[in-house]
């Protein structure tokens, strides 16, 4: 069996896995079997429901500030948590750690990609609530910069 096949039925059993990987430069992972860093992976299903597994993230168990994807596809955790609130009009937690998210009660939102178009991911979102100032501003930032022409608008012939 690959490691490959491994990593897909490890979620069988457990919610998580620990499992050796390696690193792309490109901000993905591939399953190792002998090289590699120890990480921690947590799948990420289909939010529409079913148990179609779309990507994996990992992260190094001692060190869960940076975190990779394995396929790149996956934007955010907490697409469902993110439609609850919408439906009940309450506000979302905004969590910075895929670790974090995890083992938050919730309901809670994680963004693994900050270059993914926000206001996408969090437009019906009634209100986000950060944990701390730098997160607000953080956001904020991001927000602006992703709406914020490419180009020059001038007046004139």
Not at 66 to 94: M, N, S, V
Not at 125 to 153: H, T
Request: with cysteine; proline share 6%.
């Amino acid at each position: 069996m690959n490691a490959e096949v491994k990593i897909d039925a490890c979620f069988e059993r457990e919610p998580w896995a620990e499992r050796l990987i390696q690193i792309h430069r490109d901000g993905t992972w591939s399953p190792s079997e002998r090289h590699g860093v120890r990480a921690v992976l947590l799948p990420i299903f289909d939010p529409r429901g079913g148990e179609d597994l779309i990507d994996v993230v990992a992260w190094r168990v001692e060190e869960p500030r940076k975190w990779w994807l394995r396929r790149g596809i996956a934007t955010h955790l907490g697409q469902q948590d993110l439609e609850q609130c919408w439906w009940e009009d309450r506000p979302i937690k905004l969590i910075s750690r895929p670790r974090d998210w995890m083992f938050d009660s919730g309901p809670s939102v994680c963004i693994l990609q900050w270059t993914a178009d926000l206001r996408a991911i969090l437009w019906r979102a009634p209100e986000v609530r950060c944990a701390d100032y730098r997160m607000k501003k953080y956001l904020e930032a991001r927000l602006a910069a992703q709406v914020r022409p490419r180009f020059g608008i001038t007046v004139g012939q």
